[in-house]
């Protein structure tokens, strides 16, 4: 039986883990933390429940097609519930509400601009389209070659890889808040919406079309349900278990070294941070220079905060989205000239509205995060004046003072993105989908320097979030499976 390392325990880890062992390899995965998830580990405290990473279940046709190709159903694993509403935008005069279906949404784009319901309808049916060549088609492919993007569908839509989502946005809608939803959506992928090609507009049909779900228990259960299938089809797990080289002999991979030990195999797979993968190597075998890692565009690192409340908030939902600021300026400062941001737009996640086993009674879960620019120095001074910020603005703008029922607060920042996960300059999200960073313009999933070495995960194809990192994993344990 060949064997097969996998290095990491995230998504795309755990992905091609179990594609693996299901095609009758040896899996042994080295996850380097105590618990296995990567960045989405669960922290639990005083009976309060976070999902540190991912917060948002899209795409659950994704989720659903991996299980099938190991004949279960995510019923097997995890109860699933459609967020209505999916979430709820605040803006400085107003909020918006997005509902759980095409209906609710277009009533409230007509309430805020006349005649804004029918230009959705046409936006989301050309966005389902795009979705179904995306996903059918373009991201099942390995990024080997330009060609895979040419299908008799893409070629039809060429234009849409060179106009953006902005372009195509504010080309339709005119009001500041229908185009601020709008864009939302492609932050997923990493890039300023002015930057991410027109294709993309079909994560706002996974948005409005698909729906916001919730899995009971959190995001966490997907991890537990990929890793009780992963050790059913006899996938080795160890924890605390770092990698600190992968071994090469005569440009063939033979294995890894973990805590001082060696172990052999004839595959090894990374899905830790591409960079950080790379240099477990002697310099010679690496595929990219350090400069190659300075010039690409990162998606945004995170300053996340998670807090246990000891009441139940008021006037928010499971998923909040705070755009009382200038959208533009803060996309400015973490993409054109990066900085902390001077009035920044933040996401809030209160799984316990729709989730009572999330936390105590009577007592809320919060998870807050603010996108920042990779790379930004990070200190308890920086991190304690953006909580006071924000939190001032979601005591403001919900009408009520949430500082006084807070009993613990963490925090965590690019220090620990880089410390807990290798992330290179501390980026959250992989890099960002921009054109020049698309299917084959992206690191690749195979090594083209060490027979037998791949990669998968968020730096890799086909780019960030969480589904397409289960992709991921498929991608390059098919490309093992057909070489071996």
């Given at each position: 039986m060949k064997k097969a390392i996998v290095i990491g325990s995230g998504f795309s880890s755990l992905s091609a883990a179990c594609y693996l062992a299901q095609a009758g390899f040896q899996v042994e995965l080295f996850e380097k933390n105590s618990t296995i998830g990567g960045r989405a580990r669960q922290f639990k405290k005083d009976g309060f429940t976070f999902d540190m990473g991912p917060s948002w279940y899209w795409m659950p046709d994704i989720f659903d097609k991996f299980f099938a190709d190991f004949n279960k159903k995510t019923s097997d694993y995890y109860p699933l519930e459609k967020l209505d509403p999916a979430y709820k935008v605040f803006f400085k005069d107003d909020t918006m509400t997005i509902g759980d279906c095409m209906e609710k949404i277009c009533a409230e784009f007509e309430r805020i601009e006349s005649g804004s319901a029918i230009e959705l309808k046409n936006f989301i049916s050309k966005a389902q389209d795009n979705y179904d060549i995306a996903i059918n088609k373009v991201?099942?492919?390995?990024?080997?070659?330009?060609?895979?993007?040419?299908?008799?569908?893409?070629?039809?839509?060429?234009?849409?890889?060179?106009?953006?989502?902005?372009?195509?946005?504010?080309?339709?809608?005119?009001?500041?808040?229908?185009?601020?939803?709008?864009?939302?959506?492609?932050?997923?992928?990493?890039?300023?919406?002015?930057?991410?090609?027109?294709?993309?507009?079909?994560?706002?049909?996974?948005?409005?079309?698909?729906?916001?779900?919730?899995?009971?228990?959190?995001?966490?259960?997907?991890?537990?349900?990929?890793?009780?299938?992963?050790?059913?089809?006899?996938?080795?797990?160890?924890?605390?278990?770092?990698?600190?080289?992968?071994?090469?002999?005569?440009?063939?991979?033979?294995?890894?070294?973990?805590?001082?030990?060696?172990?052999?195999?004839?595959?090894?797979?990374?899905?830790?941070?591409?960079?950080?993968?790379?240099?477990?190597?002697?310099?010679?075998?690496?595929?990219?220079?350090?400069t190659y890692w300075n010039n690409r565009t990162y998606a945004p690192s995170s300053l996340l905060f998670y807090i246990g409340f000891n009441q139940k908030l008021k006037n928010i939902q499971h998923h909040n989205l705070f755009f009382d600021t200038d959208f533009n300026q803060h996309a400015k400062e973490i993409y054109d000239k990066p900085q902390w941001p001077n009035k920044p737009l933040f996401y809030a996640n209160f799984p316990s509205v729709t989730d009572a086993s999330m936390a105590p009674e009577n007592c809320e879960t919060g998870f807050f995060l603010i996108p920042i620019a990779p790379g930004l120095q990070d200190t308890p001074e920086l991190r304690h004046q953006y909580f006071d910020i924000i939190m001032d603005r979601f005591s403001q703008l919900t009408d009520q003072d949430a500082k006084k029922s807070i009993i613990f607060k963490e925090s965590f920042c690019v220090n620990d993105f880089i410390e807990q996960y290798n992330s290179f300059k501390g980026n959250a999200y992989g890099l960002a989908n921009t054109l020049r960073q698309t299917a084959f313009l992206r690191p690749n999933l195979k090594s083209s320097k060490v027979e037998n070495l791949f990669f998968t995960g968020q730096l890799t194809v086909p780019g960030p979030g969480v589904p397409p990192a289960l992709i991921s994993g498929k991608l390059v344990a098919d490309l093992i499976i057909k070489k071996t």
């Open positions: 991201v099942l492919r390995p990024g080997l070659s330009p060609f895979e993007l040419v299908t008799k569908e893409t070629v039809f839509r060429v234009d849409q890889f060179f106009k953006t989502i902005s372009h195509e946005v504010r080309r339709r809608f005119k009001n500041p808040k229908l185009i601020s939803v709008l864009e939302f959506p492609v932050l997923f992928l990493g890039a300023k919406p002015s930057k991410t090609p027109s294709f993309y507009s079909f994560m706002n049909f996974a948005d409005f079309g698909l729906g916001t779900w919730h899995p009971k228990g959190g995001m966490y259960q997907i991890v537990k349900a990929m890793s009780e299938l992963a050790l059913e089809l006899g996938v080795h797990v160890h924890t605390d278990a770092p990698v600190d080289k992968i071994l090469v002999e005569n440009g063939k991979v033979k294995g890894i070294e973990s805590n001082g030990e060696h172990f052999t195999s004839e595959v090894v797979v990374s899905g830790a941070d591409y960079h950080h993968s790379e240099n477990l190597l002697p310099k010679k075998y690496r595929q990219y220079s350090e």
